[in-house]
């Protein structure tokens, strides 16, 4: 294991939580391919266009969804016309204590944003600025393979710190850093236990 990053020394304003999800492991992954066989994984393309290297879906009171329109959050999966599929409790109970561990003590989302990357998919440096609970943080869990979490601050222009994420980890941003610019660098090959050639991230929003 490289001892990259930045070694005890978490970025400022990101709470990181190795392993904090680790346990739940193989109950979180079920309980995300469950949400995945009634609101499938889909790809996403940008409001301009540009088809995203993410597929995802949700779970929850509502949806991120993007598409020519914008960014927004939709109470109905455009995919199958139904609501998206509840929270999973295993996703809640773990969401909660998480929040509470980086010091968000009595979070409670209402929506869940899946995405799975495959080898060579990443996200580009971003904001989530899509809900309407900016007081509330975001939760961030990594199933699957590793990868590069990159954490950079309120400027698109500043250097983002870079922090490898594996199996099981959770990070958890708010308050002063809510809207910090972060992404994920592309995924490198490689076969996880339990889930393959694959990393899911689910991430724990207060968005309506
Ligand atoms: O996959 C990740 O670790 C981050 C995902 C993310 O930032 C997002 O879905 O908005
Ligand atoms: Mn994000």
């Known amino acids: ?41 889909r790809a996403v393309a940008t409001p301009g266009g540009r088809k995203m290297s993410v597929t995802m879906t949700n779970c929850g009171a509502a949806g991120w969804v993007s598409d020519a329109r914008g960014y927004r959050y939709e109470r109905r999966d455009p995919l199958t016309g139904q609501p998206w599929p509840n929270l999973p409790e295993p996703f809640l109970t773990l969401a909660r204590a998480a929040a509470a561990q980086a010091g968000f003590p ?81 995924v490198r090959a490689g076969s996880h236990n339990l889930l393959g050639a694959a990393r899911l991230n689910l991430t724990f929003r207060k968005a309506l």
Request: proline share 9%; with cysteine.
């Open 1 to 41: 294991m490289t001892p990259d990053l930045f070694g005890a020394a978490p970025p400022p304003g990101l709470a990181y939580l190795p392993g904090f999800a680790l346990d739940e492991e193989v109950g979180l992954i079920r309980a995300a391919l469950a949400v995945a066989e009634i609101s499938p994984l």
């Open 106 to 186: 009595g979070f409670t989302p209402d929506v869940c944003l899946i995405n799975r990357y495959a080898p060579g998919a990443k996200m580009a440096l971003h904001q989530d600025r899509d809900e309407a609970d900016m007081s509330a943080p975001i939760v961030s869990v990594s199933l699957g393979l590793a990868a590069v979490f990159l954490w950079g601050g309120a400027a698109r222009t500043d250097k983002p710190a870079r922090l490898s994420l594996q199996s099981g980890d959770v990070v958890v941003w708010g308050g002063a850093a809510r809207l910090n610019f972060h992404g994920v660098a592309p």
